[in-house]
C-alpha cells in the first residue's frame, strides 16, 4: 500500500522548527516520501513568528514531498483557522486516500475531507486549550471543539503521552493509537559560534530551549535561578510565539542579574552547539504535549532538570532530575544542587542518550504510523 499511497498533511505552520508540530511533520514526511508515499504538504502562508528573515517560502519540493501554500489571514487568532480552513478544502478535493491532520485546532476540520470520502487521522499534540493563550475567548471554544470533531469524524486518533490517551477514554471514551515522537542520534558540535556571539564555553551554561510562553514555567525558571549561588549563566533560548508582552515580562523579571541570556529563536550550528555544550538543560512546564526539546536535549547526553508532569516524567524515566511543578523552592534547590555536585550531573549526561536513542526512534515512529494508515 506504501507505493501507492496518496497522502496529505496540515496542521503544521511551514517546513521549519517553529514548533514540536513543525519538527514532528518533517521527520515523518521525509520518511513517508522515502517509503514511497506521495506526501503533500500544506503549509501556511505569511512569515515565520519569530521574523520574517527565517521565512522559506519559495521551496516547493523537499525530498520528494510536495509543498503547497495556503491562503492565510495573518492577524493574531485567524491565522490557524483560515489557514486550515483552506488546507481541509484542497485536501478534500485533492486525489488523496488518506488526510493527516496535526493538533486539535485544525481537526476543527477533520469533517471536510470525511465529507469527501478521505480517511483521516488527527494527531493530538496536547491538550491545546489548556495553553495561557487559549483560555478563553473564540480560539479556546473554536480548539476545544476541534477536540470534539476529532473524536467524532477521526478514523484514528493518535496521541504522543499515556496522559493524553487516559484523557481521551476518560472523557469521550474514544480509544486512541499511542505513538510517542522520535529523535535523531546527533552529531555534538564544539562551541565555537556560541562563544563567539554570547560567550557561552563547554559546561558554562543552564539551557532552556522552547517557546516563550507562560505554560513553559519560564517565570519559576527565573525566579529560582536568581537565587542559585553559581557563575553559571542561565541560557534562555526561544521565540517568544505571539507572546510578546510575556517575552518582555520575562526579561524584565530577568534584567537586574547578568548572568540571565535571552538569545531569541535559534537554528542550525547555534542550536547545534548549545545542546552540545550545555551543564544542564532544564524544561519546567507546567504543561506538554510530548515535549521534542527534551528528547533532543538527552540524545546530545545532557543532563536535564524536569517538572514532574507526566508528559515530562514519561519520557525520562529514572534518567533525569525532576521536581515538583510550580513549586520555584523545589526548582531552585535542585538547580543549587546540580551546580554544587558536577560528578552527579556527569552520571546522568553518561546515560542520557543512549537511553532516549534506544527508546524513542523516528523510523519506529513512521513505521508504526503508516501501519495505522493501512488499518483504516
Given at each position: 500500500m506504501e507505493k501507492n499511497l496518496r497522502?496529505?498533511?496540515?496542521?503544521?505552520?511551514?517546513?521549519?522548527?517553529?514548533?514540536?508540530?513543525?519538527?514532528?511533520?518533517?521527520?515523518?514526511?521525509?520518511?513517508?516520501a522515502r517509503m514511497g508515499c506521495q506526501v503533500t504538504c500544506y503549509n501556511r502562508s505569511g512569515h515565520h513568528v519569530s521574523g520574517a528573515e527565517y521565512d522559506n517560502t519559495d521551496q516547493r519540493e523537499y525530498q520528494g514531498i510536495c509543498q503547497k501554500y495556503v491562503p492565510t489571514i495573518e492577524q493574531k487568532g485567524l491565522a490557524a483557522v483560515s489557514s486550515s480552513f483552506f488546507a481541509a478544502l484542497f485536501c478534500a478535493l485533492g486525489k488523496y486516500d488518506v488526510v493527516h491532520i496535526h493538533a486539535e485546532g485544525p481537526?476543527?476540520?477533520?469533517?471536510?475531507?470525511?465529507?469527501?470520502?478521505?480517511?483521516?487521522?488527527?494527531?493530538?499534540?496536547?491538550?491545546?486549550w489548556q495553553r495561557e493563550k487559549w483560555k478563553s475567548g473564540f480560539g479556546s471554544r473554536f480548539i476545544r471543539q476541534g477536540e470534539r470533531n476529532a473524536?467524532?469524524?477521526?478514523?484514528?486518533?493518535?496521541?504522543?503521552?499515556r496522559s493524553v490517551q487516559d484523557y481521551f477514554s476518560d472523557t469521550y471514551g474514544r480509544t486512541t493509537r499511542f505513538i510517542p515522537n522520535g529523535v535523531n542520534p546527533p552529531e555534538l558540535k564544539a562551541a565555537e559560534h556560541i562563544t563567539a556571539k554570547y560567550g557561552l564555553t563547554k559546561d558554562s551554561y543552564i539551557l532552556f530551549l522552547g517557546r516563550l510562553v507562560p505554560e513553559k514555567g519560564i517565570r519559576y525558571l527565573i525566579e529560582a535561578f536568581k537565587h542559585v549561588h553559581t557563575d553559571k549563566k542561565l541560557v534562555i533560548a526561544g521565540g517568544s510565539s505571539d507572546t510578546d508582552s510575556f517575552m518582555k515580562e520575562m526579561e524584565d523579571l530577568a534584567k537586574e542579574d547578568g548572568r540571565i541570556l535571552f538569545t531569541g529563536f535559534v537554528q542550525g550550528q547555534i542550536l547545534e552547539e548549545l545542546y552540545?555544550?550545555?551543564?544542564?538543560?532544564?524544561?519546567?512546564s507546567d504543561l506538554e504535549g510530548m515535549p521534542l526539546s527534551l528528547l533532543e536535549a538527552m540524545s546530545y547526553g545532557n543532563c536535564c532538570l524536569v517538572s514532574d508532569i507526566p508528559e515530562c516524567a514519561e519520557v525520562v524515566e529514572d534518567k533525569a532530575l525532576i521536581f515538583r511543578k510550580s513549586d520555584v523552592?523545589?526548582?531552585?534547590?535542585?538547580?543549587?544542587?546540580?551546580c554544587d555536585h558536577p560528578e552527579k550531573i556527569k552520571k546522568y549526561k553518561e546515560q542520557a542518550a543512549d537511553?532516549?536513542?534506544?527508546k524513542y526512534n523516528w523510523d519506529d515512529v513512521a513505521e508504526e504510523t503508516i501501519k495505522l494508515y493501512r488499518r483504516t
Amino acid at each position: 500500500m506504501e507505493k501507492n499511497l496518496r497522502l496529505a498533511v496540515f496542521g503544521h505552520k511551514r517546513w521549519s522548527r517553529e514548533g514540536g508540530i513543525e519538527i514532528v511533520v518533517k521527520e515523518l514526511c521525509t520518511r513517508m516520501a522515502r517509503m514511497g508515499c506521495q506526501v503533500t504538504c500544506y503549509n501556511r502562508s505569511g512569515h515565520h513568528v519569530s521574523g520574517a528573515e527565517y521565512d522559506n517560502t519559495d521551496q516547493r519540493e523537499y525530498q520528494g514531498i510536495c509543498q503547497k501554500y495556503v491562503p492565510t489571514i495573518e492577524q493574531k487568532g485567524l491565522a490557524a483557522v483560515s489557514s486550515s480552513f483552506f488546507a481541509a478544502l484542497f485536501c478534500a478535493l485533492g486525489k488523496y486516500d488518506v488526510v493527516h491532520i496535526h493538533a486539535e485546532g485544525p481537526a476543527f476540520f477533520a469533517w471536510l475531507p470525511k465529507l469527501f470520502g478521505k480517511r483521516v487521522i488527527v494527531t493530538i499534540h496536547g491538550i491545546d486549550w489548556q495553553r495561557e493563550k487559549w483560555k478563553s475567548g473564540f480560539g479556546s471554544r473554536f480548539i476545544r471543539q476541534g477536540e470534539r470533531n476529532a473524536v467524532k469524524y477521526a478514523d484514528e486518533i493518535i496521541v504522543l503521552s499515556r496522559s493524553v490517551q487516559d484523557y481521551f477514554s476518560d472523557t469521550y471514551g474514544r480509544t486512541t493509537r499511542f505513538i510517542p515522537n522520535g529523535v535523531n542520534p546527533p552529531e555534538l558540535k564544539a562551541a565555537e559560534h556560541i562563544t563567539a556571539k554570547y560567550g557561552l564555553t563547554k559546561d558554562s551554561y543552564i539551557l532552556f530551549l522552547g517557546r516563550l510562553v507562560p505554560e513553559k514555567g519560564i517565570r519559576y525558571l527565573i525566579e529560582a535561578f536568581k537565587h542559585v549561588h553559581t557563575d553559571k549563566k542561565l541560557v534562555i533560548a526561544g521565540g517568544s510565539s505571539d507572546t510578546d508582552s510575556f517575552m518582555k515580562e520575562m526579561e524584565d523579571l530577568a534584567k537586574e542579574d547578568g548572568r540571565i541570556l535571552f538569545t531569541g529563536f535559534v537554528q542550525g550550528q547555534i542550536l547545534e552547539e548549545l545542546y552540545s555544550n550545555a551543564y544542564i538543560y532544564t524544561l519546567p512546564s507546567d504543561l506538554e504535549g510530548m515535549p521534542l526539546s527534551l528528547l533532543e536535549a538527552m540524545s546530545y547526553g545532557n543532563c536535564c532538570l524536569v517538572s514532574d508532569i507526566p508528559e515530562c516524567a514519561e519520557v525520562v524515566e529514572d534518567k533525569a532530575l525532576i521536581f515538583r511543578k510550580s513549586d520555584v523552592n523545589a526548582l531552585r534547590e535542585k538547580l543549587q544542587d546540580a551546580c554544587d555536585h558536577p560528578e552527579k550531573i556527569k552520571k546522568y549526561k553518561e546515560q542520557a542518550a543512549d537511553f532516549i536513542c534506544g527508546k524513542y526512534n523516528w523510523d519506529d515512529v513512521a513505521e508504526e504510523t503508516i501501519k495505522l494508515y493501512r488499518r483504516t
